[in-house]
């Protein structure tokens, strides 16, 4: 017996019309409440000024909660990388560039360095 149930076809095809609506729905609806015509409240201006940071900050946080300073390897290539980070980020003020690299830094460390 198959583990994954194979659906009808034409229920798939459904599905994929409903998640393109949805998709679409979602993507038009700032265009909607929001026309070009019209002034931007100021709330929506002032949330699209604060909530990088603050979803930044929360991805920090996410993904350094489990660090445990306790045991090997003792958030040392955490540190490292949250630190080339920075170091890039301040030095080329390229955002991809410092998540990337940091991110393929902590990588590397992770699985030859502290393996």
């Known amino acids: ?53 603050a979803i930044i900050g929360m991805l920090v946080v996410y993904c350094l909660k489990d660090v445990s300073v306790t045991t090997a390897p003792f958030g040392i290539p955490e540190l490292i990388a949250v630190f080339s980070i920075v170091l890039v980020h301040v030095w080329k003020r390229n955002t991809l560039l410092s998540i990337g690299g940091g991110t393929l830094l902590y990588m590397f460390l992770v699985q030859f360095i502290f393996a």
């Open 1 to 53: 017996m198959d583990i994954v149930t194979r659906i009808p076809d034409s229920q798939a095809i459904i599905l994929i019309l409903i998640m393109t609506v949805i998709t679409f729905f979602i993507r038009a609806l700032p265009f909607i409440l929001f026309p070009g015509n019209k002034k931007t409240p100021d709330y929506i201006l002032y949330l699209g000024k604060v909530l990088p940071f």
